[in-house]
């Protein structure tokens, strides 16, 4: 079995949504978790758009990186600059993947534009995570 771990900063939007994607599209063969260098708590519009595309992560919870699944892990996706550069270091025998995506939570507008952001956000992790299988 492979191993993930997704991070970013507050593990409230970006590896939430990757961690679900993981989940409903990589199969038994993949073990997935996502965490932050900080917690933020999860976000409701990362739910919200997640779940108009079928994926309930409703259920995840804001977690700190767990020192063990990071150095038990195989591939280590870090999905913000932050993130890369807060996580301990990692060893040259797990494979990283840097996905320097923009923090929809930081979007600003109305609400429609707000989850605009979002859901490109969500869109992008899609695609990244079904190419990870």
Not at 52 to 73: A, C, H, M, P, R
Request: aromatic fraction near 6%; hydrophobic fraction near 40%.
């Amino acid at each position: 079995m492979t191993q993930i771990y997704f991070l970013c900063t507050g593990n409230s939007c970006r590896s939430q949504m990757a961690e679900g994607y993981g989940h409903a599209l990589l199969g038994d063969d993949f073990v997935v978790a996502s965490a932050g260098v900080e917690t933020h708590g999860l976000n409701p519009n990362a739910v919200k758009v997640m779940a108009e595309d079928g994926v309930d992560i409703s259920q995840q919870t804001s977690t700190l990186i767990d020192q063990g699944y990071f150095y038990s892990s195989d591939l280590i996706v870090t999905l913000c600059g932050d993130a890369r550069d807060k996580c301990p270091v990692i060893p040259a025998s797990i494979t990283h993947l840097h996905w320097d995506l923009a923090d929809p939570a930081q979007a600003t507008g109305t609400e429609a534009e707000k989850l605009a952001q979002f859901r490109a956000v969500r869109d992008e992790i899609k695609q990244r995570v079904a190419k990870l299988a």
